[in-house]
C-alpha cells in the first residue's frame, strides 16, 4: 500500500483523484475538512492550525498503517493545512483507494476520525474581539 | 532541558520553549513540576507528554538529549 503525508500552508484538493488513482482500485473516498463561518453560536472570521510537524506526520503515517491492517486498499492519504485559513478553505483530507468501495468508504471514516483524536495539530478559533485554543473535551 | 510547547501551553507558559533547570527523572516527575509552577496546566482536561516524537507514558524516564513536547488535548481536522 501507498502512502502519502503531508503539511504544508495550502492542501491541494484537486490533486487528490491523481494521486489515489491505481490500476487495482474500483473506489476512491476522499473525505475534506472545511472551515465554517460559526462555532457555537458564533460567527468565525478565520481559524489558525498549529502542529508539531515532525511527530504529526508521524502519528499520521501510524494511522495510515493501521488501516492498511485494517482494510485492503491500494493507496492513502493524509494532508493537513497550517496557518491561516478562513471559511470554506479546506484545512485536512484524507483519502483511500481500494479495490472495492467498502474498504474505501469505511477506511477515511476511520482515517479522519483518528486524526482527529491524536494528531498534534491545534486549532485556534477567531472571532470578531477574541481568539481561543480550542480544547475538546473527552 | 528544554520543553516543546504548542496552542494553549503556550499562552500558559507565554513562551514558545520552557527552561526546566532542576534534574526531572521522568514524565510524571514533568507533569508535577508543572501543575506545581503554572496552576492552569491543572486545569486542562488532558496534559500528554510526547518524547522523541512520541507519547510517552508517566514512568517515560526523561534524559538530557531528548526531545520533549507538552501536547494539549489536540483539536486538528
Known sequence: ????????????????????????????CVFIGVVRNHSQGQKVESLFFEAYE???KSEMKKIAEKAGQ?????????????????PTEPVVAVGASSSHRDACFEACRFLIDTLKKQVPIWKKEFFKDKSVWVTPHP | MNILLFGITKSIVGAKYLTVEQPLGNVADLKSYLENKYPAFGELNAL????NNQYAEDITSLNPNDEIALIPPVSGG
Not at chain 1, 8 to 26: A, F, N, R, V
Not at chain 1, 75 to 85: C, D, N
Not at chain 2, 48 to 51: E, F, P
Open chain 1, 54 to 56: 515532525a511527530m504529526a
Open chain 1, 70 to 86: 485494517k482494510w485492503d486498499m491500494q493507496k492513502v492519504v493524509l494532508k493537513h493545512a497550517i496557518g491561516t485559513k478562513n
Open chain 2, 48 to 51: 500528554a507528554v510526547a518524547v
Open chain 1, 1 to 28: 500500500m501507498e502512502i502519502l503525508i503531508q503539511i504544508s500552508e495550502t492542501i491541494d484538493c484537486s490533486s487528490l483523484y491523481e494521486e489515489l488513482k491505481h490500476p487495482q482500485s474500483g473506489g476512491i
